[in-house]
């Protein structure tokens, strides 16, 4: 009895002691995938008016245009694969107890390189949800590539890309918030830090974490004093990021 009470209380002790990572990612995780990001020139963002395809005004105005929109990014995000970075980070679960994946992403890519952890801030283009009132009450999986008009949630409203539009609120921030404010490390990858309220979560982590960010023009971005900045892609920089740290690991 005494026995198992003493491996209880180590198996206890190595959880208490198991570090929790937390990567917060942006566009440019999915950048080396052949997603185009948000700012950079060539970037999405320079085709269309964030106005017309990604608000609740142009869901109002035209919603079919906005249905387009979104069709043609999930058809895009369905012909793409994951990248090295996006297996670098599933790969971190075999060395860390708890590792959260928080992107701002709608793709899929993190999942499909096998993280089990994913929290989608600004919803998941392979979801819909009601267009109607309580819209984050329910999220269907979406067949394919194609939303239609003609396709109804329950209550008869059509349903819209599971996606957070500028402007509205995000269902996920406490939740990711709490995530970061209880993590041993922190890497930022691929995000300019200009969307809010998205950008501002990196301010919560613990004094004490480590805080990395990983973007090849770091030094373009207004990164907290307290980061630790890698000017490189997100696969290079993450793998990178990982040796050091398993060769740290293999040191002490
Ligand atoms: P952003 O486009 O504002 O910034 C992208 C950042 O990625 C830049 O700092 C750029 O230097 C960096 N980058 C470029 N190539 C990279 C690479 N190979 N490796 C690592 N970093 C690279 O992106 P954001 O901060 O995420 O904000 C954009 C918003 O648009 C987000 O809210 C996101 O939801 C949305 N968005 C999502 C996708 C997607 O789901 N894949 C694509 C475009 C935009």
């Known amino acids: ?110 999942e499909r390189a096998g993280s089990t952890a994913v929290m989608h801030l600004h919803g998941n283009i392979r979801m819909a949800k009601s267009s109607g009132p309580n819209s984050e009450k329910a999220y269907y999986p979406i067949e394919g590539w194609e939303l239609k008009m003609e396709d109804r949630c329950p209550d008869g409203y059509p349903l819209r890309p599971h996606v957070v539009w500028f402007g509205e609120e995000v269902p996920m921030l406490e939740r990711a918030q709490e995530e970061i404010e209880n993590c041993d490390k922190l890497i930022v990858v691929g995000s300019s830090l200009q969307v809010y309220p998205a950008a501002g979560l990196i301010h919560c982590a613990p004094r004490e974490a480590e805080k990395v960010i990983i973007d090849p023009n770091v030094h373009e971005l207004m990164v907290p004093g307290d980061f630790i900045s890698i000017n490189k892609g997100a696969g290079e920089g993450l793998a990178l990021w990982l040796s050091k740290y398993r060769e740290g690991e293999n040191e002490e």
Request: charged share 25%.
């Open 1 to 110: 009895m005494k026995n198992l009470e003493f491996r209880l209380e180590s198996y206890f002790c190595m959880y208490l002691q198991g570090m929790k990572i937390v990567i917060f990612s942006g566009a440019g995780m999915s950048a080396e995938s052949g997603v185009s990001t948000f700012r950079d020139s060539g970037g999405l963002w320079e085709k269309y008016s964030i106005e017309e395809v990604a608000t609740p005004q142009a869901w109002k105005r035209n919603p079919s245009l906005v249905q387009t929109f979104y069709n043609e990014r999930r058809k895009q995000i369905l012909e793409v694969e994951p990248n090295a970075g996006h297996r670098v980070i599933a790969e971190m679960e075999d060395f860390f107890e708890q590792v959260v994946v928080i992107t701002q992403n709608i793709d899929d890519l993190h």
